[in-house]
């Protein structure tokens, strides 16, 4: 695809919620940044329904921005909550739940939490890591069922569904290197295999994001690969560090591409069926080449 029929993909079609460049901000649909505030780096990051906006600050905290003042209005420290105090804590992933409950993902005790409002500890999840490092325990983390969650280990390279509070382990899927070597880095040029995003479909497979191996891929619980995008299949578009996916009502897919570089999308939205591209996202100049996370404000996807 010629660069001109890229700027056409990203004719007006999504407002988005996103970080980068020390910014969180919402793009119009026109493309236009009708709100911002400084901000510093996430991995994570929800609207709520009222409006207001769950995000990562700093290494180990989660908080909720109200989006008319843009002040703090709840705020966890998992650093120094619930016995953590002293030891070196990460936070990737979160997600708000029924109730006000916040499901907390935390790196370095290696634990899924669930707390209220008052950040009393409502449940707590081991995980097992193989490669322990608070900073790459997991990335995304989504809790999928009452009683599951669904995990991206990055050390691990390892996709695996828990049962909450046991902790057992009931599937996993070790991301494949597809017969190549592991290549250090962040841009299109590294190679590996340390996965970013997981959902569970309504098929009962897992669409995967695989991270520094520009791809995603369909896996069924039997562990077959059903469907592959892999780095070079959209023309004009080049996958580096894929991050996050989420499922449109349509049943397109719009994909997260950190570390691309200048003149790559930061989102790509993919009709799956034939990997056509549908819109792009491209505000390099904008938010720079670190955008990890971002949500589509005008629809409401599926999953995400």
């Known amino acids: 695809m010629a660069a001109s029929a890229l700027a056409a993909c990203a004719a007006p079609g999504h407002r988005v919620l996103t970080q980068g460049n020390g910014k969180l901000a919402i793009v119009d649909v026109d493309g236009s940044v009708e709100w911002e505030m400084p901000w510093g780096a996430i991995h994570d990051i929800h609207a709520l329904e009222s409006g207001n906006i769950m995000v990562q600050e700093g290494a180990a905290r989660v908080v909720e921005i109200d989006r008319e003042t843009k002040e703090v209005v709840w705020r966890y ?35 899924i939490i669930e707390v209220d409002r008052d950040g009393e500890l409502l449940a707590v999840t081991r995980l097992k890591v193989n490669r322990p490092h608070p900073h790459t325990d997991t990335r995304l983390v989504r809790k999928i ?3 599951r969650y669904l995990v ?19 599937w996993e899927y070790d991301v494949p290197l597809f017969g190549r070597e592991a290549q250090g880095g962040h841009g299109p040029a590294s190679f590996g295999d340390k996965c970013f995003g997981a959902l569970r479909l309504e098929n009962g497979n897992t669409l995967i994001a695989t991270g520094n191996g520009h791809s995603v891929i369909e896996v069924t619980p039997a562990k077959e690969i059903v469907w592959h995008l892999r780095q070079d299949d959209l023309p004009g578009v080049r996958l580096a560090w894929v991050t996050t996916i989420e499922v449109l009502p349509n049943g397109n897919y719009v994909i997260g591409n950190c570390h691309a570089g200048p003149g790559q999308p930061l989102l790509v939205e993919v009709e799956p069926a034939t990997k056509a591209v549908v819109w792009t996202f491209d505000h390099f100049d904008t938010f720079g080449n670190s955008v990890p996370n971002s949500q589509l404000l005008d629809v409401r996807a599926k999953l995400r």
């Open 152 to 170: 991206c280990h990055e050390g691990d390279g390892v996709v695996r569904e828990y049962e909450r509070v046991t902790g057992d382990v009931v």
């Open 77 to 111: 420290d998992a650093a120094r909550a619930n016995g953590n105090a002293g030891e070196r804590v990460e936070v990737h992933a979160f997600q708000p739940l029924e109730g006000g409950r916040v499901m907390i993902a935390e790196s370095g005790p290696a634990r």
């Open 145 to 147: 069922a009452a009683d």
